[in-house]
């Protein structure tokens, strides 16, 4: 498998847990694009929202989808990256795309365990369960307008990645 693979959905699905094991097991490069950015702007997401706001850090987005987007790699990408309608088209026509979809009181338990409030500016400022409940359905129908493949991401990253090598394998077969 040459083409990229991008990891879409929502904060807490695993985008970067299982994209690690996932490019172990394809023997590919890993990117997580929230991290490059971070990397490249020298500051965290949080930083960037709170002194450039939401527009700033899309358009900074969109650029690092672009940078990473090379052959054999897996790339994690940030929850909103499916906002922007042409991101979406970029990586259906770049890569393979795959929506990792857990239900809302998974991703809630997962962001509780492991908050990563540097990483993870609250959207609307509301208790993370409403938060969470109310992103999703604001963006589920866009993962799933982005996404070649949808994985049941409540499972562990082990059982994911297999449902992904799967899903690739029996899509490079037919």
């Known amino acids: 498998m040459t083409q990229p693979i991008f990891l879409v959905g929502p904060r807490g699905c695993g985008k970067t847990t299982v994209g690690l094991e996932l490019a172990r097991a394809c023997q590919s490069q890993f990117v997580d694009t929230d991290h490059w950015l971070q990397t490249k702007a020298g ?41 922007a309608e042409h991101n979406r088209g970029f990586m259906r026509e770049h890569g393979i795309v795959i929506y990792l979809c ?23 400022g509301k208790p993370i369960s409403d938060e969470v409940s109310e992103v999703l359905a604001e963006r589920d129908a866009l993962y799933r307008e982005a996404a070649h493949h949808v994985v049941d991401a409540s499972q562990t990253p082990e059982q994911v990645v297999s449902h992904i090598v799967t899903a690739l394998r029996l899509a490079c077969a037919s």
Do not use: Y
């Open 43 to 83: 500051r965290t997401i949080a930083e960037i929202v709170e002194k450039e706001g939401w527009e700033t850090f899309r358009a900074l987005e969109t650029e690092t989808l672009k940078a990473v987007s090379a052959p054999s790699t897996v790339i994690a990408t940030g929850g909103g990256i499916i906002l």
């Open 102 to 124: 857990a239900p809302v009181a998974t991703l809630v338990e997962r962001l509780e365990a492991f908050p990563e409030e540097g990483q993870r500016p609250t959207l609307t």
